[in-house]
């Protein structure tokens, strides 16, 4: 099964911004969805931003705006630009996708992702 790493998480004081990459070990070209989630300390993962493989992107309402994610299949790699943090976003960031007859993939360690006031 294909293995997916997430990286470029930190410190950032509010207002700051990060780019998250998700690495993957094979092609995403066949992934119908690609989403960055996240989980915060004694709450429920919940889905961020997804972008599908015709392009659509969606995103909750708490990060329109701020977060953008994007694509690079000739990479295997997901983006997820995050400009205007704010302490809330504060979370372990994960990515993971979805594919028709398969579903999500596996779980990873994610990207700490803490922001200060």
């Known amino acids: 099964q294909v293995q997916l790493v997430e990286s470029g998480g930190g410190l950032v004081q509010a207002g700051g911004s990060l780019r998250l990459s998700c690495s993957a070990s094979?092609?995403?070209?066949?992934?119908?969805?690609m989403g960055w989630y996240r989980q915060a300390p004694g709450k429920q993962r919940e889905l961020v931003a997804s972008?599908?493989?015709?392009?659509?992107?969606n995103y909750i309402d708490s990060v329109k705006g701020r977060f953008t994610i994007s694509r690079d299949n000739a990479k295997n790699t997901v983006y997820l630009q995050m400009n205007m943090l704010k302490p809330e976003d504060t979370a372990v960031y994960y990515c993971?996708?979805?594919?028709?007859?398969?579903?999500?993939?596996?779980w990873g360690q994610g990207t700490q992702v803490t922001v200060s006031s």
């Open positions: 993971n996708f979805w594919k028709i007859g398969i579903g999500f993939g596996s």
């Open positions: 972008i599908t493989d015709s392009g659509s992107t």
């Open positions: 094979g092609s995403i070209f066949g992934f119908n969805v």
